[in-house]
């Protein structure tokens, strides 16, 4: 029999008071307590496993050591395992033992366990209709800016698309260029992070397609200029920053001979790009705008935000389909709409009924 094999502590597991004792009936102050319990019940459970041929099981006991090894360290004084700070065990660690490639994120004060999808649908205007053309499943530890390298690649082969309209999360130098390579011109509905603390600009200087500072917003040329360790350098006359109405807002530092100017080339893209979200937020944000509509019709008329299986291959497959159908309504909803316009309307004159 099995049962003899188990601990008096494993024993006690099977009780039926034993679950509401231990989760239900638990205090936040016992929470580590109860937790490096149920550590050690798993390693009791592990070690039974690994010595009884007939409950050898090698999903259960797989299981059973990457949980243990995820959330414990053994504690050879006490001789038993003791649970981890919460920022030793890894965003990867095994959230379920149904589902072992879900992934555990904190995003601002939502935290959340399972996948994260990534989708790109049609949006020009002169489009009768609008179909999602490119969906991904990713474990939700992978980053917008993950997401967007990784697709854009994809989405010119498959559409030969020349814009991209995107969210603030999306936005990094590395997705700049990934999209510079494949032809695509991004447009962000807003940026992510802090506005830079000077009130001057980088924009303000004229800066050449090579990154070199040919102007200050002054008018001032430099007296030499280059690029040095990912940063544009350029040095100015004394005289001409002394008397300057921007040098308390530049970014120039004065030096014994000259001023010189330090100014990061990501700092410098980054400029760029939050003048050109200020001047195009209205069109961005509009050509964007019909994607969270999308999202929420996946969500609400296909139950995206809870799918009946799990596992990454089959919540691939499933979401693929919910994909596929949306299209199809989509489709079907146009097909519907165009055929009414198309419908014959009765024509004859009126006639007058008579009757006895």
């Known amino acids: 029999m099995l049962e003899n094999l188990l601990t008096p502590n494993l024993k006690e597991v099977l009780k039926p008071e034993f679950k509401t004792e231990v989760i239900y009936k638990a205090k936040p ?19 039974i496993i690994e010595k009884a041929e007939e409950t050898k099981d090698p999903d259960i006991l797989r299981i059973l050591e990457r949980f243990i090894s995820e959330q414990s360290v053994f504690d050879e004084q006490k001789n038993k395992l003791k649970a981890k700070d919460n920022k030793d065990i890894p965003s990867d ?15 601002g004060d ?14 020009s205007k002169e489009n009768p209709v609008q179909f999602i053309t490119d969906y991904k499943v990713a474990q939700n530890i992978k980053s ?40 695509i011109e991004l447009h962000f509905t807003n940026l992510n992070g802090k506005r830079p603390q000077k009130n001057l600009s980088v924009t303000q200087f004229e800066i050449n ?78 050509m964007r705008a019909a994607i969270e509509g999308t999202n929420s019709a996946l969500k609400r008329g296909h139950e995206l935000d809870k799918l009946k299986v799990r596992g990454f291959i089959k919540c691939n497959i499933v979401v693929g389909f919910k994909v596929l159908a949306h299209n199809f309504k989509r489709f079907a909803n146009y097909m519907i709409e165009q055929s009414k316009k198309l419908t014959p309307q009765a024509r004859g004159i009126s006639l007058p009924i008579l009757s006895q």
Request: charged share 30%; glycine share 6%; hydrophobic share 25%.
């Open 29 to 47: 102050s016992e929470s580590e307590s109860k937790l490096e319990m149920l550590l050690n019940l798993c390693l009791e459970i592990k070690n």
């Open 93 to 107: 660690s095994l959230q379920s033992a149904y589902d072992e490639d879900a992934t555990y994120r904190k995003k």
């Open 209 to 286: 397609e090579t990154g070199i500072i040919t102007k200050c917003p002054g008018g001032i040329a430099p007296t030499h200029a280059g690029i040095t360790k990912s940063q544009t350098v350029a040095h100015f006359p004394l005289n001409a920053c002394d008397t300057c109405k921007h040098r308390k807002d530049c970014y120039c530092k004065r030096q014994k001979k000259d001023y010189v100017v330090r100014i990061n080339l990501k700092a410098i893209e980054s400029s760029k790009q939050r003048q050109k979200v200020e001047q195009e937020q209205k069109e961005n944000t509009s």
């Open 110 to 123: 939502k935290a959340q366990s399972g996948y994260t999808l990534n989708i790109a649908e049609t949006c």
């Open 144 to 183: 917008d800016v993950e997401l967007g390298k990784d697709r854009i690649p994809i989405i010119k082969e498959n559409t030969d698309c020349k814009h991209l309209y995107m969210d603030g999360g999306y936005y990094s130098p590395e997705v700049i260029e990934k999209a510079k390579e494949n032809g």
